[in-house]
């Protein structure tokens, strides 16, 4: 399948360098520092987003315990990580979890001066910052580092000011200034939002159902997203992996699914641990999720089931919403195997039931899962007839005085897809209509036309 003219919505695909796992030569040392309430931290992840981001880990300090309110870690933990962070000469401390403002602050004096602390919400934005490769992307990534900063500079501005901005910290210049940037970059996001509303409009009325990838990052998004719209049909293909963050834009392809003529949409991946003002940020990737006529929800059926629950739940409510019907798609089945899709299975399930339908009303809008593989093949029939399946359609039968005019309405039928076959009988012609409702009823009324006139 040919890309579509405007394949790209918003970017250009320029490449961002290459190697995600080794650190780069100017690397920033870094100390990972984890909590958790009930099982140990597992800092994999962490570890990974750290690397992508520019960060060596050159250490790590861990801890299973209830949050503590003025560090995160609690005190002796903190005074561990500031030993550490001096010894090994660590210029930032990435934190595995969100920290509040004043936890931000506490633990920065408690450092060494000049050790950065990043939060798991900071490194995400770090992350993007790398990515953003248009201006709609600008835009997000602008409004969620300012909606980040605001409540930190309203800390910052109340613990060194007088008792007199103390008491009203929303009087300060700065914290205006911020206020205003946000107010301006949430009216630039609602005009973009608007532009792709009415070209998602513009393309179900040339008669294309709106299907939309999504998932939580490194899920096999892309991945399966090349291979539905037929660009990936070897393992070589596989040879190139995208990074985590190759880019904060959604990409848009042709694809033909299950018999429908599809636009396709990529979106960004998800992340655990980023607050909502944040997801909210990146809007571009939720609304084409939510305003798809199918959306896919890609889970990775490799992964340890425990992370692949977590990983769900995350995307999950994330998305919060969908106006169509929602296609789990358990990814990597080839490299699950039997046992590991069973595992995902279940796991799935586990996520399903952990979300409160009233929250995350797209829960009931999922259907039954599909298992593939981008790899190997596995799956990608079954998940076609799935996606034709959760399409709206509807049905129609015409038959009309064949001639000029029933060939002009049959040809406008037949290049937004709603033929399904064709019957020509002496001097009529009987048509079967199935597809887009809007699309086969406006193709029922050209037929009935052509039959009208003389
Ligand atoms: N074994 C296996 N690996 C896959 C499959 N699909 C994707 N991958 C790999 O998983 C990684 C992430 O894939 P990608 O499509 O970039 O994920 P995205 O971040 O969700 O877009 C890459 O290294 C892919 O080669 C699959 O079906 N089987
Ligand atoms: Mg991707």
């Known amino acids: 399948m ?13 490449g961002r360098g290459s190697d995600a796992d080794a650190p780069a030569a100017d690397a920033t040392p870094a100390v990972v520092a984890a909590r958790a309430d009930g ?3 597992d800092t994999t992840e962490i570890r990974e987003l750290a690397v992508a981001a520019g960060y060596a880990v050159v250490g790590e300090v861990s801890q299973r315990r209830r949050e503590d309110p003025t560090y995160g870690l609690g005190r002796g933990k903190a005074e561990d990580l500031m030993r550490l962070a001096a010894d090994v000469g660590a ?8 920290l509040s403002p004043g936890q931000t602050f506490s633990l920065g004096d408690l450092l060494p001066t000049g050790t950065a602390v990043i939060d798991r919400p900071r490194l995400a934005l770090e992350l993007f910052a790398g990515a953003a490769d248009s201006r709609a992307a600008d835009r997000q990534l602008e409004l969620a580092r300012l909606r980040y900063e605001l409540p930190r500079l309203r800390e910052a501005v109340a613990r060194d000011a007088s008792e007199d901005v103390r008491l009203r910290p929303e009087g300060d210049g700065r914290v205006r200034d911020v206020e205003r940037r946000i107010e301006s970059a949430e009216r630039a ?4 939002a608007d532009d792709r509303a009415a070209r ?14 999504a998932g939580y990052a490194d899920a096999g998004k892309s991945t399966l997203a090349r291979r539905l719209a ?7 293909a596989f040879a190139a992996a995208d990074r985590p963050f190759e880019t904060l834009s959604t990409t848009t392809r042709r694809a033909t699914i299950g018999g429908r003529r599809t636009l396709l949409t990529d979106t960004v991946g998800f992340l655990d641990g980023l607050p909502h003002e944040a997801l909210r940020s990146f809007r571009t990737t939720l609304d084409a999720v939510r305003a798809a006529d199918c959306a896919l929800l890609v889970a990775d059926a490799s992964d340890d089931p425990a992370d692949l629950r977590r990983k769900l739940r995350a995307s999950l409510s994330a998305v919060e919403a969908t106006d169509g019907p929602a296609i789990p798609v358990l990814s990597k089945a080839d490299a699950a195997g039997a046992d590991g899709l069973a595992a995902a299975v279940e796991a799935y399930e586990d996520a399903v039931s952990d979300l409160d339908p009233r929250e995350s009303p797209v829960v009931d809008a999922l259907r039954a899962p599909v298992p593939v593989s981008a790899r190997d093949g596995t799956g ?10 959760a399409l709206p359609t509807a049905t129609a039968t015409a038959e009309v005085p064949n001639g000029g005019d029933a060939q002009a309405a049959l040809s406008w039928a037949y290049d937004r897809g709603v033929v399904a076959g064709v019957d020509y009988a002496g001097e009529t012609v009987a048509v079967d209509l199935a597809g887009r409702p809007d699309v086969v009823a406006e193709a029922e009324r050209r037929l009935a036309d052509s039959g009208s006139s003389p």
Not at 189 to 192: K, R
Not at 200 to 213: I, K, Y
């Open 39 to 41: 099982e140990p931290p």
């Open 2 to 14: 040919s890309r579509d003219h405007d394949a790209t919505d918003d970017a250009d695909e320029s």
């Open 230 to 236: 037929g660009e990936v049909d070897d393992e070589e």
């Open 200 to 213: 998602r409009a513009e393309r179900r009325d040339a008669g294309f159902d709106l299907v939309a990838v």
């Open 91 to 98: 210029e930032a401390v990435i934190y595995d979890g969100g």
């Open 380 to 389: 990608l029939a079954a998940l076609a007839d799935a996606v034709a399946d």
């Open 189 to 192: 996001l609602d005009e973009i």
